[in-house]
Nanobody
Framework: QVQLVDSGGGSVQAGDSLLLSCAASGRSSRDYVMAWFRQAPGNDREFVAAISATGTTTQNSDSTKGRFTISRDNAKNMVYLRMESLKPEDTALYFC???????????????????WGQGTQVTVSS
């Protein structure tokens, strides 16, 4: 079974940066789309960014475009989310996710993803 463990969250001030990491196990990551979502209390789970299996194509939500960068290292079965210029509205529990099947298209829908990390908390103070 595929398992994802995300980490790197913390409490920071507005304008700071954080690097989130997601370690995958149970299979090679090289053929699978990976993504990050976030969820604040009382809110729906929100798409943040996705990256193709090879890492050549990425997609970001409008609110994170230009500030958050998703990347991957397939040799290490890792995916990352570098968050810069953090804002209080970025405060949420962040989850990494991946698909069950190979060669999926990038998607901003949580329903397209089958495996999820446990979540890592990011708190941004003004």
């Amino acid at each position: 079974q595929v398992q994802l463990v995300d980490s790197g969250g913390g409490s920071v001030q507005a304008g700071d940066s954080l690097l989130l990491s997601c370690a995958a196990s149970g299979r090679s990551s090289r053929d699978y789309v990976m993504a990050w979502f976030r969820q604040a209390p009382g809110n729906d789970r929100e798409f943040v960014a996705a990256i193709s299996a090879t890492g050549t194509t990425t997609q970001n939500s409008d609110s994170t475009k230009g500030r958050f960068t998703i990347s991957r290292d397939n040799a290490k079965n890792m995916v990352y989310l570098r968050m810069e210029s953090l804002k209080p509205e970025d405060t949420a529990l962040y989850f990494c996710a991946t698909t069950k099947f190979r060669n999926s298209a990038l998607s901003d829908s949580s329903a397209r993803y089958d495996y999820w990390g446990q979540g890592t908390q990011v708190t941004v103070s003004s």
